[in-house]
């Protein structure tokens, strides 16, 4: 069976290249129920020509039945050894064409040749060889040798019988089978064009979805396309890596399976659905169970009078965990903003503290050491002035110890404006009343 198949695929690969595996097919299955009928047919006649000679009646124009019962029983007997044992090929080859044209002529022959009733059947052997082939290139040439068959079965006739001139449709019957095959030669031109445009423009479309299958897979983003009720019709390589995939087990799934639901996943497809086209932020869940942020885009289109959707997702995970890395990091530095705030305010406050409460008692201590050195508390000697001297020199380098941070303080809050309710202490009167001869010494 196998070998019969192969047989008429190369058959017709000979002659008809440009035909397809299913053409093949569907015509070898057209040929076998043509045979099986024929073999019913002729079982039909055997069985007429066996009821012909047990009734005792014989045609006149029939010399002997007995070659027409042996022709079918042969042919027959051909015809079940082809069929069970699945030669196929062997309908379809020329041996076949020869021994179907040989039945034709000697069922016409045997029916009186030129008066024959069948002779007719001619043209349905024209019309039957049209089937077996591909094409219809050589019918013409058929019907001619048809009609070379029956001008010989009317030779042979009247050299056996004799010439019969008695007005014979001979003339009639050639020119039907010419007539035939002219007629079906030219349809079959025009089929077998309309044929080439037809594989013409299945190759041109083929090569088309072949381009645009290589630039789907040759994009960087994932590409997925469903229809209308969200069952994904075709994706590219791409879409099979991101969502780790094969294609043939991404083919069918819904489209929804693979975004998270929040709650609003519904309503935003319906949206979709009503305006033909969606743009923003999704959550894509892949096999493996890994979230991804995606930059979702879906546009629809039409095809074969039914609606598709193209769904571009480009991945936006790493973008999403910087913008969140960059939002825990402006946090901690407000953060730490504050605490330094805090412990800049803590510092003035020390400051103003220390300033103000030592300021007090150091200029009491050089009011009472300038008393003694003018000598309002009395009189001193030598050595007690050169004492509190060195005192009062002391304090004044604890003076300058204190102004210094104060000093610094003062200019940076010149600079900045000042804080509501913030007052600057002011340096001690005793401190600044130092006499100038005192310094000098």
Known sequence: MQRGMEGIRAHFDRIAPAM?????????????QIEWALLALRYAVLFIVVAAYAIGSTPYYTPDLRIVAVMVILHN???????????FAFFLGPANFVIHLIDVSLAVGLTGAEESPVA??????????????????????????CCACY?????????????????????????????????LRTLGAQLRAARLEATSQ??????????IRAILD???????????????TDVNDRACEFLGLPREQLLGKRFRAFLFDDGALANRLANLRSRGEFHGEALAITESGEERNVDLMVRSF??????????????????KNLQETARMANMRLEQINRELQQVNEMRRAFIRTVSQRLR??????????????NEELGEITPEQRSALQSARRGMQRVFNLVDQPFDILMSAEMEQPQEEGFVVPQADTAASGISSHESEK
């Open 302 to 319: 039409m095809r074969d009078n039914q609606r598709f959707f193209v769904a571009m997702l480009h991945d936006i995970t790493r973008q």
């Open 20 to 32: 397809t595996r299913d053409a093949v097919d569907s015509r070898l299955a057209r040929v076998v």
């Open 202 to 211: 299945a190759q041109a479309l083929a090569s088309s979805r072949a381009a």
């Open 120 to 145: 007719l059947l001619y043209v349905l052997f024209i019309i039957g060889y049209s089937t077996y082939v591909p094409h219809f290139l050589n019918t013409f040439t058929v019907a001619l040798i």
């Open 77 to 87: 007997a051909l015809a079940h050894w082809v069929l069970f044992t699945g030669r």
């Open 218 to 232: 040759s994009t960087a983003e994932p590409i997925l396309v469903y229809g209308e009720n969200e069952f994904i």
């Open 151 to 183: 001008a010989f079965t009317v030779l042979v006739k009247w050299v056996i019988v004799g010439v019969n001139l008695a007005n014979p449709p001979i003339g009639l019957h050639l020119a039907a089978i010419l007539v035939c095959g002219w007629m």
């Open 360 to 373: 007090s008692p150091l200029s009491a201590i050089l009011g009472f050491i300038e008393m003694l050195l």
